[in-house]
C-alpha cells in the first residue's frame, strides 16, 4: 500500500515537473524589424457593383508601435482599357473613392490601379479583366461551434456555405460579402405607440401605417 502510494506521488510530481516545462519554453520573440518600418501599402478592390469604390493608401509602422499611418495627398486613378481615366478622391485619412455608373464597370474590360505617393513614386498594378460573376448554386447556413486557438472550447455562431460553378474556367478567386440584418419579436403585444403623438393600433390600420 505504501509503494502504490509512492509511486502515484512520484507519477503526480512527473507531470507537474513537465507541465512547468512546458510553461517556461513560452518565450517572448521581439524581432528586429526596422527595414520595413516605412512602407507603402495600398488597399483597393474594384467590383462590378456600381456605385462607390474605395481605395486606402497608408504606409506600415513598426511593430512597437502598431498605429494606422493614412498616406494622404496621392495621386489615385483607374484606368481601363479603352483609354478611360477615373480620378479618385480623398478623404483626409488614407481613403480614395470614386462613384462608377453601370455603363463605366462593363464585363470583360480590363482595369489598372494607378497610385502617385507624395514622393513622387509611381504604383501601377496590371491590367486586370473584369469577370462576369458565377451564378450561387446553393446558399446553406448551420449554427456551429468554431474552433480556434484563441478559443480552444469553441465559439458558438453561424457557419455559413456558398456553392458555385464557373462553366467558363476562369474564376480563380472569390470574394463574398454579407449584410447582416435583424427582426425581433417581441413576446409581448403591442397596443400603441408614439411617433410624435399617442397613436392606438386601430389608428394606424386605419391609416394604413400598419398592415394586418
Not at 52 to 80: A, F
Not at 140 to 158: D, M
Not at 185 to 200: C, E, L, P, Q, R
Request: aromatic letters at 12%; a negative charge; proline letters at 3%.
Amino acid at each position: 500500500m505504501m509503494q502504490s502510494q509512492k509511486n502515484y506521488i512520484v507519477a503526480v510530481f512527473a507531470i507537474l515537473s513537465v507541465i512547468g516545462g512546458l510553461y517556461s519554453c513560452v518565450e517572448p520573440f521581439s524581432p528586429s524589424v526596422k527595414k520595413y518600418n516605412d512602407i507603402i501599402v495600398i488597399d483597393g478592390t474594384l467590383t462590378g457593383e456600381q456605385g462607390i469604390q474605395r481605395v486606402t493608401v497608408s504606409r506600415t509602422s513598426s511593430l512597437t508601435d502598431s498605429i494606422y499611418k493614412p498616406e494622404n495627398g496621392c495621386t489615385v486613378t483607374i484606368l481601363d482599357d479603352q483609354g478611360n481615366i477615373y480620378d479618385l478622391t480623398g478623404d483626409g485619412n488614407g481613403n480614395y473613392t470614386t462613384e462608377f455608373s453601370s455603363e463605366q464597370l462593363q464585363h470583360g474590360t480590363s482595369y489598372m490601379l494607378r497610385v502617385i505617393d507624395n514622393g513622387g513614386d509611381v504604383f501601377e498594378s496590371d491590367y486586370q479583366e473584369l469577370l462576369s460573376p458565377p451564378t450561387i448554386d446553393s446558399l446553406t447556413a448551420g449554427y456551429e461551434p468554431k474552433y480556434t486557438a484563441e478559443v480552444p472550447e469553441g465559439l458558438n455562431g453561424c457557419q455559413f456555405y456558398v456553392n458555385t460553378s464557373d462553366h467558363s474556367g476562369k474564376t480563380r478567386y472569390y470574394r463574398w460579402s454579407m449584410q447582416e440584418t435583424w427582426e425581433y419579436h417581441s413576446i409581448y403585444k403591442v397596443g400603441a405607440m408614439w411617433d410624435g403623438s399617442y397613436m392606438t393600433i386601430t389608428t394606424l390600420r386605419k391609416t394604413g401605417r400598419l398592415a394586418g
